[in-house]
């Protein structure tokens, strides 16, 4: 499959860089240079034509890109979203993935003995997560207005130097490519909400609807005694 990753210089995308590159075509975009992939772009995610020019040719699209925390920043990650979906739309790119965030259900509204699941109400508690509130929200008017397929996943802490999970909010090396894997090859999806989380024995992510929706099956676990689980 023909696949753009947008912010394939930071962690997450140079993880599915590695983790992708034998199986799929791969073309990079990112404001610095991509290692490890010859096609790759460079520059800002709000250039309209140069997104349309990266997403020109692509079956699938991973959007992983966020500016930053601060409002002009998220100002900025918003119309790079846009850009992101509507060039796709434009260029026949039919499956989207789309980077969100677990941190939609934060702790200062939802307790950490409530189980996360998908019917669950986002409560943005920053403009880094209004932003990905915005993201779901325009993937899903793409997906009902247009031909194309989108998964948003709702990513937990990932760290390029911690491979395996020690917290069910974490996410491992492997099962991040897993994930955002499935998300782009699963057939038989419209619109779609998954947890991008590892597995755990502390159930704090409903990882079912993942299961069910793009059969994304975790493979690495964290176990968690009970005394620590705050």
């Given at each position: 499959m023909k696949v753009l990753i947008t912010g394939?210089?930071?962690?997450?995308?140079?993880?599915?860089?590695?983790?992708?590159?034998?199986?799929?075509?791969l073309r990079g975009l990112d404001r610095v240079p991509t290692p490890g992939l010859d096609d790759a772009l460079v520059g800002e995610i709000t250039d309209f034509d140069l997104v349309f020019e990266a997403t020109k040719g692509m079956e699938a699209v991973i959007h992983l890109v966020n500016v930053g925390a601060e409002w002009e920043q998220a100002l900025q990650s918003m119309v790079g979203t846009y850009n992101v979906f509507e060039s796709a739309a434009q260029n026949g790119a039919r499956r989207i993935a789309y980077a969100s965030r677990?941190?939609?259900?934060p702790k200062s509204f939802y307790p950490r003995d409530i189980q996360r699941t998908m019917d669950m109400l986002p409560r943005p508690d920053s403009y880094y997560s209004?932003?990905?509130?915005?993201?779901?929200?325009?993937?899903?008017?793409?997906?009902?207005?247009?031909?194309?397929e989108v998964v948003c996943v709702r990513i937990g802490n990932f760290n390029r130097d911690r491979d395996q999970p020690e917290h069910p909010h974490q996410l491992s090396h492997g099962d991040c490519v897993r994930v955002f894997e499935q998300a782009i090859i699963h057939p038989g999806v419209k619109?779609?909400?998954v947890f991008g989380v590892s597995d755990s024995d502390w159930l704090l992510y409903d990882l079912e609807a993942g299961r069910k929706s793009i059969a994304y099956d975790p493979q690495d676990r964290s176990e968690v005694p009970e005394d620590k689980r705050e």
């Open positions: 394939s210089a930071g962690a997450i995308g140079q993880n599915l860089v590695k983790g992708m590159g034998e199986r799929h075509e677990a941190g939609l259900l209004v932003t990905k509130v915005f993201g779901e929200n325009l993937g899903y008017m793409y997906s009902s207005r247009k031909d194309m619109y779609e909400v």
